[in-house]
């Protein structure tokens, strides 16, 4: 066999003990050399092997990870513990963070800082968990005030399988039992912000039906804090009212806030923390920002990929 690192210098060892290895070893070495040709005859260039090509991800756009924002100090915190499992999980990447809203960096003060570093390929990736007006207006807005920026969106977490295991994680953590699937006196409130947007609740509907689907068929229902009905309080009644006395609380924020806070108060039985930092929820941002580099819009267009 050819040793790896081998190379045709142009003369040949005989130290082989019979004509066939030795007639396998020229045939290997005239064809490594040949793949440097190019059809013209010209040689390739040659790197050095002190000198690599750089890594593919190196000019890779920027992932822009935009957060909703929250007076609560635990949320930034928990945002950006988020993204460092992001980039561990995807080394090299230029992994940022911008919000809407009362945390900084805000999202324009992101937007500004990488077309300030030649940086004029980004996807965007919203950390909220359903279509709505932050999704649908808020960010192409703010990213419309850099026209130099070749931007992709991506849709939002939610709804999405990673998504569902990192809210059975949480109840689990919370308390939730195997034992718990399929049972008939139990119940989940999928506990949310809210938006008067009517594909955001489509969204809350279908990541609760999934959410059923992971615990056996017990019902889920979606509630919210705010905005649109029914609230969370009105959800564990009306489950009550159906027998179903062992409510839990999913909480379906990507980071602890007020809202989310509320809601688990109302719980009668459980509530789980929000989704958070979880290894699902880091893949999920990943795999938004693969999609909507997959989806390769035309160039100079802002569109919005869909999930």
């Not at 500004?112 to 940086?119: I, P």
């Not at 999928?190 to 594909?199: C, E, H």
């Not at 489509?202 to 905005?227: C, H, N, Q």
């Amino acid at each position: 066999m050819l040793p790896p690192d081998s190379s045709f210098d142009g003369t040949l060892d005989t130290t082989f003990d019979s004509t066939a290895q030795l007639l396998t070893r020229i045939t290997a070495q005239l064809g490594t050399q040949l793949s440097h040709v190019q059809l013209n005859g010209v040689r390739r260039p040659m790197s050095s092997p002190a000198s690599p090509a750089a890594p593919s991800h190196l000019h890779a756009p920027s992932l822009l990870a935009v957060a909703h924002g929250s007076r609560d100090p635990r949320a930034v915190r928990t945002v950006r513990r988020l993204l460092d499992r992001a980039r561990e999980l995807r080394p090299g990447l230029d992994i940022r963070l911008g919000h809407i809203e009362l945390d900084a960096p805000l999202l324009p003060d992101t937007l500004a800082g990488l077309v300030a570093e030649g940086r004029r390929d980004a996807v965007l990736v919203p950390l909220l968990l359903g279509r709505g007006y932050h999704v649908k207006r808020d960010i192409p807005d703010a990213v419309a005030g850099f026209p130099g920026l070749r931007a992709r969106f991506a849709p939002p977490l939610g709804p999405h399988p990673l998504l569902v295991e990192a809210l059975y994680a949480r109840l689990t953590e919370a308390g939730w039992r195997a034992e718990d699937h399929g049972s008939r006196s139990a119940g989940v409130v999928l506990a949310a912000a809210g938006s008067r947007d009517p594909d955001s609740a489509a969204d809350a509907r279908r990541t609760a039906a999934l959410l059923s689907e992971r615990i056996g068929g017990v019902p889920v229902v979606p509630a919210y804090a705010s905005a649109v009905s029914p609230s969370v309080p009105d959800a564990v009644r009306a489950l009550a009212a159906r027998g179903r006395h062992r409510v839990a609380v999913a909480s379906y924020f990507t980071a602890p806030g007020r809202f989310a806070s509320a809601a688990a108060a109302a719980a009668p039985w459980i509530a789980a923390e929000p989704v958070g930092a979880h290894a699902a929820l880091a893949r999920l941002v990943l795999q938004r920002y693969d999609a909507a580099l997959d989806a390769s819009p035309l160039p100079g267009r802002r569109e919005l990929v869909t999930a």
